[in-house]
């Protein structure tokens, strides 16, 4: 059984909006780094936002800053990514990833050696 589990992506028009989730299914979102990448194909996988679910701590990547937010449910055990103004450059396979702390760079600079868990992915579709 998968340890975390995305859901909500889907094809929408550009201006669109969509809210992907991300359930963990055996632990709760307790003190942990909990981020979200996407990967569009030809490109490596990038980061695009965390939130520090000790403190509530959240990072932006400056090219979704604005339109993305990232929460994490009252229940501890699902953290959303709410997109709104989607634009065909957000087209990708949306993963959520954790780790014991959130690196100390830019979510741009994440890499994926900084995460251990891992979803399947889910793909979001922007169509101009």
């Known amino acids: 059984q998968e340890l975390l589990v995305e859901s909500g992506g889907g094809s929408v028009e550009a201006g669109g909006s969509l809210r992907l989730s991300c359930t963990a299914s055996r632990v709760t979102y307790s003190g942990v780094c909990v981020a979200w990448f996407r990967q569009a194909p030809g490109k490596e996988r990038e980061g695009v936002s965390s939130?520090?679910?000790?403190?509530?701590?959240?990072d932006y990547a400056d090219s979704v800053k604005g339109r993305f937010t990232i929460s994490l449910d009252n229940d501890m055990k699902t953290v959303y990514l709410q997109m709104i103004g989607l634009k065909p450059g957000d087209a990708a396979v949306y993963y959520c990833?954790?780790?014991?702390?959130?690196?100390?760079?830019?979510?741009?600079?994440?890499?994926?050696?900084?995460?251990?868990?891992w979803g399947q992915g889910t793909q979001v579709t922007v169509s101009s």
């Open positions: 990833a954790t780790s014991f702390d959130c690196p100390a760079v830019r979510p741009e600079a994440y890499t994926t050696a900084d995460f251990r868990y």
């Open positions: 939130i520090d679910t000790g403190t509530g701590s959240t």
